[in-house]
């Protein structure tokens, strides 16, 4: 069994990437959430969307993009053809409202992004689509099985462990696989900073994150990786998505409710 090289959100942990022991992982909370379950998502062959929102608590104009990304929670599109994930930054904090789902890791993967675009800033709200960046308003979600064929994808949750198996129609040398654990219908009361004052409702937000190496077996790649324990939000959803070794453009993705929706 595998260790996820993880970041967390800033009330969770602390914002360092660390390895995750795989042997001192204490499992009963999230045991707890699927009552020793066994749980199953699988995509189809052709890509799903990966929708990456980079957003903050602290940024006034991030509220709208948020509410658009929420809706997606009643669509039936969710999980099917969309992956939605909302990644709080950190660098709005320093303006009086510490985000506390924000992470300085979060941060460094939207300038990852931007240094694979050419740009040198980056800003909120800011959308990200398959790896691209997505600018001019909301992005555009295709309906299932429009995307190009790729190879099915498949997530098995057990407890704290995931089976992850990725069966591509091009296999390539090396593959890494994320996982990230979601937290829904969280609210906040903020009190200083540009939305001082407001109520604000997240969805889809990224509470854990992490990647590991995905062992390459000609036609099927395997892993099996173990979830980091909750912290002070419960976790949801799972999304979890395959790319290339050396990047960050995702080749298919897979995900869905842990608890019942």
Same mark, same amino acid.
């Given at each position: 069994?595998?260790?996820?090289?993880?970041?967390?959100?800033?009330?969770?942990?602390?914002?360092?990437?660390? /390895? /995750?022991?795989?042997?001192?992982?204490?499992?009963?909370?999230?045991?707890?959430?699927?009552?020793?379950?066994? *749980?199953?998502?699988?995509?189809?062959?052709?890509? #799903?969307?990966?929708?990456?929102?980079?957003?903050?608590?602290?940024?006034?104009?991030?509220? !709208?993009?948020?509410?658009?990304?929420?809706?997606?929670?009643?669509?039936?599109? /969710?999980?099917?053809?969309?992956?939605?994930?909302?990644?709080?930054?950190?660098?709005?904090?320093?303006?009086? =409202?510490?985000?506390?789902?924000?992470?300085?890791?979060?941060?460094?993967?939207?300038?990852?992004?931007?240094?694979?675009?050419?740009?040198?800033?980056?800003?909120?709200?800011?959308?990200?689509?398959?790896?691209?960046?997505?600018?001019?308003?909301?992005?555009?979600?295709?309906? !299932?099985?429009?995307? !190009?064929?790729?190879?099915?994808?498949?997530?098995?949750?057990?407890?704290?462990?995931?089976? #992850?198996?990725?069966?591509?129609?091009?296999?390539?040398?090396?593959?890494?696989?994320?996982?990230?654990?979601?937290?829904?219908?969280?609210?906040?009361?903020?009190?200083?900073?540009?939305?001082?004052?407001?109520?604000?409702?997240?969805?889809?937000?990224?509470?854990?994150?992490?990647?590991?190496?995905?062992?390459?077996?000609?036609?099927?790649?395997?892993?099996?990786?173990?979830?980091? !324990?909750?912290?002070?939000?419960?976790?949801?959803?799972?999304?979890?998505? *395959?790319?290339?070794?050396?990047?960050? *453009?995702?080749?298919?993705?897979?995900?869905? =409710?842990?608890?019942?929706?």
């Amino acid at each position: 069994m595998k260790s996820l090289k993880r970041g967390s959100s800033g009330s969770l942990a602390a914002h360092a990437l660390f /390895l /995750l022991t795989v042997v001192s992982v204490s499992t009963v909370p999230f045991q707890r959430l699927r009552a020793a379950a066994e *749980v199953t998502f699988r995509s189809g062959e052709n890509a #799903v969307t990966l929708l990456e929102l980079y957003t903050s608590e602290g940024c006034s104009s991030c509220p !709208p993009a948020e509410a658009w990304l929420n809706q997606l929670r009643k669509s039936p599109q /969710l999980w099917r053809s969309v992956i939605p994930l909302a990644f709080h930054v950190d660098y709005w904090n320093r303006l009086g =409202w510490p985000d506390r789902f924000s992470s300085a890791e979060f941060t460094k993967r939207q300038r990852e992004y931007a240094a694979t675009w050419g740009g040198n800033s980056i800003y909120t709200p800011g959308f990200v689509v398959n790896g691209a960046e997505s600018r001019g308003g909301k992005p555009t979600i295709p309906a !299932p099985g429009v995307g !190009p064929r790729v190879g099915a994808l498949e997530v098995t949750v057990r407890g704290e462990s995931v089976t #992850v198996s990725f069966s591509p129609v091009s296999p390539l040398k090396g593959y890494r696989i994320s996982l990230a654990l979601l937290g829904t219908d969280l609210v906040s009361e903020v009190k200083r900073g540009e939305n001082s004052g407001r109520k604000l409702t997240h969805e889809f937000v990224v509470l854990h994150f992490g990647t590991a190496p995905l062992e390459a077996g000609g036609r099927r790649s395997t892993g099996v990786f173990t979830l980091p !324990p909750p912290g002070a939000e419960r976790p949801t959803a799972i999304a979890v998505w *395959v790319t290339a070794s050396d990047s960050l *453009v995702p080749i298919q993705a897979t995900g869905g =409710w842990l608890v019942g929706e």
